[in-house]
């Protein structure tokens, strides 16, 4: 059982900077590849970052590729989002999510362990 808890989201500009962290409880962190999705109102949830569980082989989806980076750290039982050159349709809400095993995945039943999520708005 792991819990994730997101901070870090708030008011970012059109081209700006902003960095999400997502801190785990328990001790088995690195057991576990975390992702990132987010919901825009109206719009379902969607995937847009991932990692494996040594930090290996990030992936993105086209839409944030090149503009995020997502990273880890299994000492500290972190994972990061760093969101560079933001848009206005990056506006949503990001989650942070965990799950057993090996490899990246993208879907989110997919994913074991969600957190509560974390607001960020992007102004033009």
């Known amino acids: 059982q792991v819990q994730l808890v997101e901070s870090g989201g708030g008011l970012g500009q059109a081209g700006g900077s902003l960095r999400l962290s997502c801190a785990a409880s328990g001790r088995t962190f690195s057991s576990y590849a975390m992702g990132w999705f987010r919901q825009a109102p109206g719009k379902e949830r969607e995937f847009i970052a991932a990692i494996s569980r040594n930090g290996n082989s990030p992936y993105y989806a086209d839409s944030v590729k090149g503009r995020f980076t997502i990273s880890r750290d299994n000492a500290k039982n972190t994972v990061s989002l760093q969101m560079n050159s933001l848009k206005p349709e990056d506006t949503a809400v990001y989650y942070c999510?965990?799950?057993?095993?090996?490899?990246?995945?993208?879907?989110?039943?997919?994913?074991?362990?969600w957190g509560q999520g974390t607001q960020v708005t992007v102004s033009s």
């Open positions: 999510a965990g799950r057993v095993g090996y490899g990246i995945r993208t879907l989110e039943y997919e994913y074991d362990y």
